[in-house]
């Protein structure tokens, strides 16, 4: 599990079409950077506000859960976990 805060920054899933996603003039104005990450899901913007976290899995794992071994549809499992993971961790950081 990695936390980690960006500067201001677009990042592309990776097949997302940047032509469809991006004012790639508005960015060039700004100073904004577009960048695309390795994995899936949309494009978002990023800045020092933000925190966000990734996870990486051994194959098996994600094997195991696309096969329904550990319950309902492995994309939300993981999701769910590891949002509950980032939760405590930051509530007992505050607390």
């Known amino acids: 599990l990695l936390f980690y805060v960006n500067s201001p920054c677009v990042v592309l899933g990776r097949s997302n079409k940047d032509e469809q996603w991006v004012n790639h003039a508005a960015c060039s104005a700004d100073g904004i950077p577009v960048l695309r990450r390795f994995s899936g899901g949309g494009t ?41 993971l980032a939760l405590r961790a930051s509530a007992s950081r505050w607390s």
């Open 44 to 84: 978002v913007y990023h800045d020092l506000h933000n925190l966000n976290f990734s996870f990486i899995m051994s194959r098996q794992r994600v094997e195991a859960a696309q096969a329904g071994s550990l319950g309902g549809p492995a994309t939300s499992h993981f999701i769910e976990y590891f949002r509950g």
